[in-house]
């Protein structure tokens, strides 16, 4: 096996060039972007009247009125709530769907499809479903007698409803992992650990899971990493509201500039998401090499970290 | 993939690349088949925007050197936030319609054309509580930049099967007992709300000067109506939380008067407050007589007209610019002014209109339509100031917003929202 | 080891549970959009139309330009996903093959980038398409996702693992650089472009944020967007209306999925593994 660059370019020049366009690509939207933001944050400029240097007045004016704070405080609980939710969901539809057979298969393939189609798509079906007034699940409560709750009105009930909204599309992700994650269990421990006497539950337990902890801390931190991103299910379904009780980070932004037309304001937001997110990927890099440690542990043959790719920074989105 | 399909591909990435770029290419005064092109941004959904494809279509087929192309951009608030991304990115349309409290920014910003000087400006004989002078208050420009088009006044809509039109609150103690009457408790279906209104800006700021308040003191400054104001925001807080006869509707923005809507024609809430606009989607669509009147006054009555301004936008070439005031000047003509008016419930715009109406008898087989026409005599000015939409929009409104949902101390968020709005900038 | 019959029926209930949660949603969304606007009113939770009605989709067609939206989209999905494959593999292959200097630097910047999503960088990338007038152009979308720092990892990762052979053979052949990256190398990691093509082809089609921050008007106007503005119109909800856009909106990438769906199932976990 390789272990990492070993031939002689022909040229000296062929690596550059071959690296030239991706390296401009990345230089030009990715990390230029990221420099201009600084930048910006220091403006006070609304586009169609010349910027004026304000110098640290933004990040002032976004601590005085708690902006900041109340955006990523929000956007934590979120993530936190779709982590609960994916991670425990995906788990448990990965140990009662990786059987075999065709009614697995199936299913296996409806709860993945939501990952499949577009946020607007699930956004615009769960705002009928959830209408308080005729939506199937308010007609539902009613049925079961229990109170009406407005699902995307009520301050209170508005983020935990699009949490599980988001969690809904992005299980069939968590649930394919750990259904590789399981594939990873060698059949040899648990036959042991049944001969044994071992029943299902104490197999899992002593078995499966510290094998799947790996697993776990990735898709953990993947869906915390990819819903601290949300914006689109936000857009669509509650505009932030009702009263910013789900003005998640990147909508505060998106708010900010194309709204209230606050570039600096914007900039300032985009600066302290980033400073966030890059927290947290580096949560995920740990996680990874935890997974990697783990791996080390097992009877196969451990994975060098270098080898394992590192979980996207967006929802797989290249 | 195949190497000849490669090769294929790699061959293509120039042109491709080309093709990409071209297509970034700013266009000039676009033509089509020897018109100019128009682009026209607009707002309105429903059985508005059908009026509105309807006299574009007619104009376009009417001439055959202007071409209006309509292009629908969401509710007022999406749409201006669109226009505005354009103008910084030099993309922007030749022909839109902005909310009246946006004019003065986009005025004194420097992106809007002046129209004095285009032919027959002067001679519109446009309403005067309607147009750019009489909706502003005297610190306006004597330049025109802004053309009335679909100009609305609060209405509260009564559902005439519930409340007799003589029963119309008068004032906002009448409003208090009438939603106390007709609030019906209960589970599922029977609950009704005896009031009903989106939480907005427009009708808060016509409460403020109904309780004596004023928007801006007589230095400038944003007192937002002062005790008035909170007062307005304390009566909407006791209809939603103590007598609990008032429903804040779900959603923002134009979602939410979009339920409002609904809950009118559901019977879900007995009485509305909303835009003069959807008189005659209300009418047509509910299953009982609605009855329009003013809204309730306090001290005095008062509203301020809605709606929005045609603008034609500075950065659009010369060509599109005059095909564009050609489409104007048709529009606000007494013919279609008048269909527009008569077929939503808009208020019509030009004399010429208007006496028209008035001649075919329409307003005495309209009586709602007189109810709008009553208000429009309790008309206030707006401030002409550039802050003013900042200050709607980014300051009161969501204060509004979290103060009547969450039952705050109308007072302390009118003044949180004082302090904002005067360190702003 | 067969699980005892009690395990297994609940198992079974369990899965069919599942099943439903996910796909009754759709069911129903599609069971709305054949409805017309009076049962929708009035019986809103009616499982089954009384009347069929194709009137919603009448209105969609006529409300926004379907197929344009839909040409576009595919268009600018396609034309990153092969952009993004014309452009990894070189970079890929210099990355886990050549010595060169500055070669960790390079590495180094890409894994950065890894970090940088589209989220955070709208704003300046908004602002310089604006400054060069390309904002409400195709180059606006397609542009900034050509080059993929994910794909570069997962290319370079793959050709690790293929031995140097392979390349000191083609060279001695003759064969000259962009020959081997594209015509030998290209082939022998065939899995890992797959899985890349159709991983950017399908995130990019349903794509929301960024066509709705650098479009403003018409001209290249995505379906996702258009479907979500749809919604907004109207002076009151009509749902049957909005599920029939959404129908349309969510049939290409089921039909995708339906087809493709080893592959993605593949792209997904593989780029775990």
Same mark, same amino acid.
């Given at each position: 096996?390789?272990?990492?660059?070993?031939?002689?370019?022909?040229?000296?020049?062929?690596?550059?060039?071959?690296?030239?366009?991706?390296?401009?690509?990345? /230089?030009?939207?990715?990390?230029?972007?990221?420099?201009?933001?600084?930048?910006?944050?220091?403006?006070?400029?609304?586009?169609?009247?010349?910027?004026?240097?304000?110098?640290?007045?933004?990040?002032?004016?976004?601590?005085?009125?708690?902006?900041?704070?109340?955006?990523? /405080?929000?956007?934590?609980?979120?993530?936190?709530?779709?982590?609960?939710?994916?991670?425990?969901? /995906?788990?448990?539809?990965?140990?009662?769907?990786?059987?075999? /057979?065709?009614?697995?298969?199936?299913?296996?393939?409806?709860?993945?499809?939501?990952?499949?189609?577009?946020?607007?798509?699930?956004?615009?079906?769960?705002?009928?479903?959830?209408?308080?007034?005729?939506?199937?699940?308010?007609?539902?409560?009613?049925?079961?007698?229990?109170?009406?709750?407005?699902?995307?009105?009520?301050?209170?009930?508005?983020?935990?409803?699009?949490?599980?909204?988001?969690?809904?599309?992005?299980?069939?992700?968590?649930?394919?992992?750990?259904?590789?994650?399981?594939?990873?269990?060698?059949?040899?421990?648990?036959?042991?650990?049944?001969?044994?006497?071992?029943?299902?539950?104490?197999?899992?337990?002593?078995?499966?899971?510290?094998?799947?902890?790996?697993?776990?801390?990735?898709?953990?931190?993947?869906?915390?990493?990819?819903?601290?991103?949300?914006?689109?299910?936000?857009?669509?379904?509650?505009?932030?509201?009702?009263?910013?009780?789900?003005?998640?980070?990147?909508?505060?932004?998106?708010?900010?500039?194309?709204?209230?037309?606050?570039?600096?304001?914007?900039?300032?937001?985009?600066?302290?998401?980033?400073?966030?997110?890059?927290?947290?990927?580096?949560?995920?890099?740990?996680?990874?090499?935890?997974?990697?440690?783990?791996?080390?542990?097992?009877?196969?043959?451990?994975?060098?970290?270098?080898?394992?790719?590192?979980?996207?920074?967006?929802?797989?989105?290249? | 993939?195949?190497?000849?399909?490669?090769?294929?591909?790699?061959?293509?990435?120039?042109?491709?690349?080309?093709?990409?770029?071209?297509?970034?290419?700013?266009?000039?005064? @676009?033509?089509?088949?020897?018109?100019?092109?128009?682009?026209?941004?607009?707002?309105?959904?429903?059985?508005?925007?059908? $009026?509105?494809?309807?006299?574009?279509?007619?104009?376009?087929?009417?001439? !055959?050197?202007?071409?209006?192309?309509?292009?629908?951009?969401?509710?007022?608030?999406?749409?201006?936030?669109?226009?505005?991304?354009?103008?910084?990115?030099? $993309?922007?349309?030749?022909?839109?319609?902005?909310?009246?409290?946006?004019?003065?920014?986009?005025? @004194?910003?420097?992106?809007?054309?002046?129209?004095?000087?285009?032919?027959?400006?002067?001679?519109?004989?446009?309403?005067?509580?309607?147009?750019?002078?009489?909706?502003?208050?005297?610190?306006?420009?004597?330049?025109?930049?802004?053309?009335?088009?679909?100009?609305?006044?609060?209405?509260?809509?009564?559902?005439?099967?519930?409340?007799?039109?003589?029963?119309?609150?008068? =004032?906002? !103690?009448?409003?208090?007992?009438?939603?106390?009457?007709?609030?019906?408790?209960?589970?599922?279906? @029977?609950?009704?709300?005896?009031?009903?209104?989106?939480?907005?800006?427009?009708?808060?700021? !016509?409460?403020?000067?109904?309780?004596?308040?004023?928007?801006?003191?007589?230095?400038?400054?944003? =007192?937002?109506?002062?005790?008035?104001?909170? *007062?307005?925001?304390?009566?909407?807080? =006791?209809?939603?939380?103590?007598?609990?006869?008032?429903?804040?509707?779900?959603?923002?923005?134009?979602?939410?008067?979009?339920?409002?809507?609904?809950?009118?024609?559901?019977?879900?809430?007995?009485?509305?407050? =909303?835009?003069?606009?959807?008189?005659?989607?209300? *009418?047509?669509?509910?299953?009982?007589?609605?009855?329009? !009147?003013?809204?309730?006054?306090?001290?005095?009555?008062?509203?301020?007209?809605?709606?929005?301004?045609?603008?034609?936008?500075?950065?659009?070439?010369?060509?599109?610019?005059?095909?564009?005031?050609?489409?104007?000047?048709?529009?606000?003509?007494?013919?279609?002014?008048?269909?527009?008016?008569?077929?939503?419930?808009?208020?019509?715009?030009?004399?010429?209109?208007? @006496?028209?109406?008035?001649?075919?008898?329409?307003?005495?087989?309209?009586?709602?339509?007189?109810?709008?026409?009553?208000?429009? *005599?309790?008309?206030?000015?707006?401030?002409?100031?550039? *802050?003013?939409?900042?200050?709607?929009?980014?300051?009161?409104?969501?204060?509004?917003?979290?103060?009547?949902?969450?039952?705050?101390?109308?007072?302390?968020?009118?003044?949180?929202?004082?302090?904002?709005?005067?360190?702003?900038? | 080891?067969?699980?005892?019959?009690?395990?297994?029926?609940?198992?079974?209930?369990?899965?069919?549970?599942?099943?439903?949660?996910?796909?009754?949603?759709?069911?129903?969304?599609?069971?709305?959009?054949?409805?017309?606007?009076?049962?929708?009113?009035?019986?809103?939770?009616?499982?089954?139309?009384?009347?069929?009605?194709?009137?919603?989709?009448?209105?969609?067609?006529?409300?926004?330009?379907?197929?344009?939206?839909?040409?576009?989209?595919?268009?600018?999905? #396609?034309?990153?996903?092969?952009?993004?494959?014309?452009?990894?593999?070189?970079?890929?292959?210099?990355?886990?093959?050549?010595?060169?200097?500055?070669?960790?630097?390079?590495?180094?910047?890409?894994?950065?980038?890894?970090?940088?999503?589209?989220?955070?960088?709208?704003?300046?990338?908004?602002?310089?398409?604006?400054?060069?007038?390309?904002?409400?152009?195709?180059?606006?979308?397609?542009?900034?996702?050509?080059?993929?720092?994910?794909?570069?990892?997962?290319?370079?990762?793959?050709? #690790?693992?293929?031995?140097?052979?392979?390349?000191?053979?083609?060279?001695?052949?003759?064969?000259?650089?962009?020959?081997?990256?594209?015509?030998?190398?290209?082939?022998?990691?065939?899995?890992?472009?797959?899985?890349?093509? #159709?991983?950017?082809?399908?995130?990019?089609?349903?794509?929301?944020?960024?066509?709705?921050?650098?479009?403003?008007?018409?001209?290249?106007?995505?379906?996702?967007?258009?479907?979500?503005?749809?919604?907004?119109?109207?002076?009151?909800?009509?749902?049957?209306?909005?599920?029939?856009?959404?129908?349309?909106?969510?049939?290409?990438?089921?039909?995708?999925?339906?087809?493709?769906?080893?592959?993605?199932?593949?792209?997904?976990?593989?780029?775990?593994?």
């Amino acid at each position: 096996m390789a272990t990492g660059p070993t031939l002689r370019p022909r040229a000296p020049w062929h690596p550059w060039l071959m690296l030239a366009p991706t390296l401009a690509g990345l /230089g030009l939207f990715a990390v230029a972007p990221l420099a201009v933001a600084a930048y910006s944050s220091l403006l006070r400029w609304d586009m169609l009247t010349p910027p004026a240097w304000v110098g640290l007045a933004n990040y002032r004016a976004l601590a005085r009125s708690g902006e900041a704070w109340r955006a990523f /405080g929000t956007t934590l609980l979120f993530s936190s709530l779709v982590v609960v939710l994916t991670t425990g969901l /995906g788990l448990g539809l990965a140990l009662l769907l990786s059987r075999p /057979g065709r009614f697995a298969a199936f299913a296996r393939a409806a709860v993945f499809s939501a990952y499949v189609v577009s946020w607007v798509s699930v956004a615009l079906l769960w705002m009928w479903l959830l209408d308080p007034d005729a939506g199937l699940v308010a007609r539902a409560f009613a049925a079961l007698g229990l109170p009406r709750v407005g699902f995307l009105t009520d301050p209170g009930a508005a983020l935990p409803t699009l949490a599980a909204v988001t969690a809904w599309k992005i299980t069939g992700y968590a649930m394919v992992v750990f259904v590789v994650g399981l594939q990873d269990v060698p059949r040899a421990l648990l036959e042991a650990a049944a001969l044994d006497g071992a029943g299902p539950w104490a197999r899992f337990r002593f078995v499966v899971w510290p094998l799947l902890r790996p697993t776990t801390a990735f898709v953990a931190t993947s869906s915390l990493v990819v819903s601290f991103q949300a914006f689109d299910v936000v857009r669509v379904m509650t505009q932030g509201g009702p009263a910013h009780a789900t003005t998640l980070f990147v909508y505060a932004i998106y708010e900010q500039i194309f709204l209230n037309l606050r570039v600096g304001r914007a900039s300032a937001l985009t600066v302290l998401f980033f400073v966030a997110l890059f927290a947290l990927s580096l949560l995920q890099f740990w996680a990874l090499a935890a997974r990697a440690r783990g791996a080390g542990r097992k009877a196969t043959p451990p994975r060098p970290p270098a080898e394992a790719a590192p979980p996207p920074a967006r929802e797989a989105a290249p | 993939m195949s190497s000849l399909g490669r090769r294929a591909w790699l061959s293509a990435a120039p042109l491709a690349a080309a093709a990409l770029a071209s297509a970034g290419c700013r266009r000039d005064a @676009e033509r089509e088949g020897g018109r100019v092109v128009v682009s026209l941004w607009f707002s309105y959904g429903g059985k508005n925007r059908e $009026v509105l494809l309807e006299l574009v279509r007619r104009f376009n087929e009417g001439q !055959a050197r202007v071409l209006v192309r309509p292009t629908y951009q969401g509710d007022y608030f999406e749409a201006l936030a669109k226009v505005r991304t354009a103008l910084a990115a030099g $993309v922007a349309p030749a022909l839109t319609h902005v909310v009246g409290e946006v004019v003065p920014y986009l005025a @004194e910003a420097g992106v809007l054309e002046p129209l004095s000087g285009y032919e027959g400006a002067r001679d519109l004989g446009l309403l005067p509580p309607l147009d750019q002078a009489g909706s502003f208050d005297a610190a306006g420009p004597r330049e025109l930049f802004a053309l009335p088009f679909n100009r609305s006044v609060p209405l509260a809509y009564l559902n005439g099967s519930l409340v007799p039109a003589a029963q119309a609150p008068r =004032t906002w !103690a009448d409003l208090r007992a009438l939603a106390r009457d007709l609030t019906r408790r209960g589970g599922g279906g @029977e609950a009704r709300f005896g009031f009903e209104v989106p939480i907005s800006w427009w009708f808060w700021a !016509a409460m403020a000067v109904q309780a004596g308040g004023e928007l801006l003191g007589p230095a400038g400054e944003p =007192t937002l109506g002062g005790e008035a104001g909170v *007062e307005a925001l304390a009566f909407w807080q =006791t209809l939603a939380h103590r007598d609990r006869t008032m429903r804040p509707p779900a959603g923002r923005d134009y979602n939410a008067w979009q339920v409002t809507n609904q809950d009118f024609l559901a019977g879900r809430a007995a009485t509305i407050w =909303t835009s003069a606009a959807f008189l005659r989607y209300l *009418e047509e669509n509910a299953s009982f007589p609605v009855v329009a !009147a003013p809204l309730p006054a306090h001290a005095r009555p008062a509203a301020f007209v809605g709606g929005t301004f045609f603008v034609l936008l500075r950065q659009a070439p010369p060509a599109q610019k005059e095909a564009a005031w050609a489409f104007l000047r048709w529009v606000c003509g007494p013919g279609p002014a008048a269909e527009w008016a008569e077929r939503t419930g808009y208020l019509p715009v030009s004399r010429g209109a208007y @006496e028209q109406m008035l001649a075919r008898g329409f307003y005495e087989k309209h009586p709602n339509d007189r109810a709008a026409l009553a208000q429009l *005599e309790a008309a206030h000015p707006w401030p002409w100031r550039p *802050e003013l939409f900042r200050v709607e929009r980014e300051i009161v409104e969501p204060r509004l917003e979290r103060a009547v949902l969450l039952d705050e101390d109308p007072r302390a968020a009118l003044d949180a929202a004082r302090r904002a709005a005067r360190e702003d900038g | 080891m067969r699980p005892p019959r009690p395990a297994k029926l609940v198992a079974d209930a369990l899965t069919a549970l599942a099943t439903a949660a996910w796909l009754f949603p759709y069911v129903w969304m599609v069971l709305t959009s054949l409805k017309p606007l009076r049962e929708v009113l009035e019986r809103p939770t009616d499982l089954w139309p009384k009347r069929f009605d194709g009137g919603a989709y009448a209105e969609v067609w006529a409300g926004m330009p379907v197929g344009r939206y839909f040409a576009v989209t595919t268009a600018m999905a #396609l034309a990153i996903a092969f952009l993004q494959l014309a452009l990894v593999l070189p970079a890929g292959y210099a990355l886990a093959k050549l010595r060169f200097v500055g070669r960790n630097a390079a590495f180094g910047l890409v894994l950065a980038c890894l970090l940088v999503p589209a989220q955070a960088t709208f704003v300046p990338v908004f602002l310089f398409f604006a400054r060069l007038g390309l904002v409400d152009t195709m180059a606006a979308l397609v542009l900034p996702f050509a080059v993929s720092a994910f794909g570069t990892f997962l290319v370079r990762q793959a050709l #690790l693992n293929v031995p140097d052979e392979i390349i000191e053979a083609a060279r001695l052949d003759g064969a000259p650089e962009w020959v081997i990256v594209y015509r030998v190398l290209g082939p022998v990691v065939r899995p890992t472009l797959v899985s890349l093509f #159709l991983l950017s082809f399908v995130f990019h089609w349903n794509d929301y944020f960024w066509p709705l921050v650098m479009t403003t008007g018409d001209r290249v106007r995505t379906l996702p967007l258009g479907v979500a503005l749809f919604r907004e119109q109207g002076t009151g909800v009509r749902w049957h209306v909005v599920m029939a856009a959404n129908v349309v909106l969510s049939a290409p990438a089921l039909a995708l999925f339906a087809v493709a769906q080893r592959q993605l199932l593949r792209a997904i976990g593989g780029s775990y593994r």
